[in-house]
């Protein structure tokens, strides 16, 4: 049980309640790389918690429980962290009592995104939209995109 205890150290609280459901973000590691990559976030009332996004990765039994529960409850809340990330990599962690300042940017939604493409250089265009790790069925297809297809 010691290497389950080491799993979980990096945690403020490992079994604290997840306040907000699970969203796929990207984020930067500056100083590190200056790209933009994807990763799940988990918050609890105690920390954030960055997962690494890994759609191809084979599932275990924690993983497959973990993904049946998120599924379940849309994202999360309400369950333990660390019945959710386990088995998952962790690229990031914060504890929210070490934040001291919080600034806060609103974009406005774009009707026509290819507007901005004489402005940026998009190399997604074309790409997949990214969907929530949590709305994939244990098979790593979109849920939502199953049910279009039957239109």
């Known amino acids: 049980e010691a290497a389950g205890e080491?799993?979980?150290?990096t945690y403020v609280a490992p079994s604290a309640r997840?306040?907000?459901s699970m969203r796929r973000c990207d984020r930067r590691l500056l100083p590190l790389l200056d790209t933009w990559v994807p990763v799940d976030v988990i918050m609890t009332q105690f920390e954030i918690v960055?997962?690494?996004v890994s759609d191809d990765q084979a599932m275990s039994n924690n993983m497959d429980a973990?993904?049946?529960a998120l599924q379940a409850t849309k994202g999360g809340k309400g369950l333990r962290l660390c019945d959710i990330t386990r088995g998952r990599k962790i690229?990031?962690?914060m504890n929210l009592s070490e934040i001291s300042e919080v600034h806060v940017e609103r974009d406005m939604p774009i009707?026509?995104?290819s507007d901005l493409s004489e402005h940026f250089d998009f190399d997604f265009m074309g790409a997949e939209p990214r969907v929530e790790f949590w709305e994939k069925t244990a098979n790593n297809k979109n849920i939502n995109s199953d049910a279009s297809q039957k239109d």
């Open 6 to 9: 080491d799993e979980f150290s």
């Open 66 to 68: 973990a993904l049946q």
């Open 111 to 113: 009707d026509d995104i």
């Open 18 to 20: 997840i306040v907000r």
């Open 91 to 93: 690229v990031g962690h």
């Open 50 to 52: 960055y997962l690494e």
